[in-house]
DNA sequence: CGGTATTTTGAGCAGTGTCAAAGACGGTGG
DNA sequence: CCACCGTCTTTGACACTGCTCAAAATACCG
């Protein structure tokens, strides 16, 4: 039974699934594909900037963050990873990373080899389209997140940043709207939402004090959802739909 | 000859090809395609955020736009179309649309009907990889923008801008090194780098005073590319490189 | 229990936003 | 061809958000 649920292959397809349902070849085809478990640390490199790629994660376990540097050495996050998300579908068709996807938390990966991910898709178009199809809502994520650096202020950012992760967290199983472990540094935050660790400090010490949310290191509790869903500007439809089938 | 040029199903495919190596059989679809040509006036909504989306657009010419409105009123640009490039393969699976789509110029579109694509693709699967493909591009501009907006300075920031820009047109076969036609105000570029319109037009002085560039309505100079790929730490290695071929 | 990483607070400052008005440009109608 | 008008750009003065630097307080870990 737990290795029914933990078999990461079963976790891509369900994910997949979600996208756009699959048949049952398709299915089959995606338990075949080989891959290898492995356990790293918090912080650990998955991929590094400027590296060749030759997996693709899937988190099992744990969370992630893909990030860059830029030229005056600040480092933005442009995108979390919760467990049970592959990683790395998005750069398959590139030889070279352009940045870097590090664990947020000790977790456990499955490494598939990008060459077999790339002929699966390439012998079965639905899994094409569901991959592409995932990718398209982490774009829909990534779009969000630059309308919230790009213009909501300081405040409505990081509230709209929380409301975001415990609706994440709600679509991927885990009851999270009253309250939620998050297992990022203040640090980490703020380098998500375009903050500096201090004034990042402030705002959360702004919505404790409003009475929105309560917070200890790492866990992140919601006294009042309608309330920080209001401030933080937030509506779900840019997440993650029921997926579509596909008639051919 | 114009024809053959012009014939946006031929530009798609170039397009496609461009991600990944496309088959005979392939193309040959492609150019199966139903659509219809339309030609729309600057800044005539393709979709409208809250929208339902039945075709896919392929811009021929001219340039659009994708943006997003908060709530507080401000509008972010989340994506800026060239001439050439597909629309909409993002909203494909969504059945509404959470941003608007917009024409900043004056433009020549052809409408595919969604249904055709996902059919297409389906069938397809190099079809639905090449759009996959297409996406990762996108998403990876998409993420430098948030690194963008998130971690540099206004003036960094817009000299970046100025530089994709470049870039991306000269992908597009357009030579744009020393200078292009840029239809965008000023007021529409702020909102894509997510400063005000004031603010963004004492950055262009900036680098007018420096030297770098030279701007009159619509067209930006560039008097020193690499100075200005400088100061704007412009690394073009997030923007599309060669296809990839597909070994099956 | 000591050492390190993280969070919290304070004070002062810089960068960016706001508001308002003047200029420039480009299109239109007479 | 000119005058007018609306849009877009430019400039100024000032306010405020968010950043910097620095230190203290707190939590975590061996």
């Given at each position: 039974m737990?290795?029914?649920i933990?078999n990461?292959?079963?976790?891509?397809?369900d994910?997949?699934n979600?996208?756009?349902?699959?048949?049952?070849?398709?299915?089959?085809?995606?338990?075949?594909?080989?891959f290898k478990?492995?356990?790293?640390?918090r912080g650990?490199?998955?991929?590094k900037?400027?590296?060749?790629?030759?997996?693709?994660g899937?988190?099992t376990?744990?969370?992630?963050?893909r990030?860059?540097?830029v030229g005056?050495?600040g480092?933005?996050?442009t995108?979390?990873?919760m467990p049970?998300e592959?990683?790395?579908?998005?750069?398959i068709?590139?030889?070279v990373?352009?940045h870097?996807?590090q664990?947020?938390t000790r977790g456990?990966?499955a490494l598939?080899?990008?060459?077999?991910i790339?002929?699966?898709?390439a012998a079965?178009?639905?899994i094409?389209m569901?991959?592409?199809a995932?990718?398209s809502?982490?774009l829909?994520?990534?779009r969000?997140?630059?309308?919230?650096?790009g213009?909501?202020n300081?405040?409505?950012r990081?509230?709209h940043?929380?409301?975001?992760?415990?609706?994440?967290?709600?679509?991927a199983?885990?009851?999270?709207?009253?309250?939620?472990?998050?297992?990022?540094?203040q640090?980490?935050?703020a380098?998500?939402?375009?903050?500096t660790?201090?004034?990042?400090?402030?705002m959360f010490?702004?919505?404790?004090?409003s009475?929105?949310i309560?917070?200890?290191?790492g866990t992140?509790l919601i006294?009042?959802?309608p309330?920080?869903r209001?401030?933080g500007?937030?509506?779900?439809?840019?997440?993650?739909?029921?997926?579509?089938?596909?008639?051919?």
């Amino acid at each position: 039974m737990i290795t029914e649920i933990s078999n990461p292959l079963r976790i891509l397809i369900d994910r997949l699934n979600r996208r756009l349902v699959l048949t049952e070849t398709d299915r089959a085809a995606i338990r075949l594909l080989p891959f290898k478990t492995i356990t790293m640390e918090r912080g650990a490199y998955l991929v590094k900037e400027g590296e060749q790629v030759k997996n693709c994660g899937l988190l099992t376990e744990g969370f992630a963050f893909r990030s860059k540097i830029v030229g005056g050495g600040g480092r933005q996050i442009t995108s979390i990873y919760m467990p049970g998300e592959p990683l790395d579908l998005h750069n398959i068709f590139r030889q070279v990373s352009t940045h870097s996807l590090q664990l947020l938390t000790r977790g456990t990966l499955a490494l598939i080899p990008r060459e077999a991910i790339l002929a699966l898709a390439a012998a079965h178009s639905r899994i094409a389209m569901a991959m592409w199809a995932d990718m398209s809502a982490e774009l829909s994520v990534v779009r969000e997140w630059v309308a919230n650096i790009g213009r909501r202020n300081a405040l409505i950012r990081v509230a709209h940043l929380l409301c975001e992760f415990a609706a994440r967290l709600e679509d991927a199983g885990i009851r999270a709207q009253a309250g939620y472990l998050l297992p990022m540094t203040q640090d980490e935050i703020a380098d998500t939402v375009g903050l500096t660790p201090v004034h990042l400090n402030r705002m959360f010490k702004k919505l404790s004090d409003s009475g929105l949310i309560r917070q200890r290191r790492g866990t992140i509790l919601i006294l009042d959802w309608p309330g920080l869903r209001k401030l933080g500007d937030f509506h779900s439809d840019y997440l993650l739909k029921p997926a579509i089938p596909v008639t051919q």
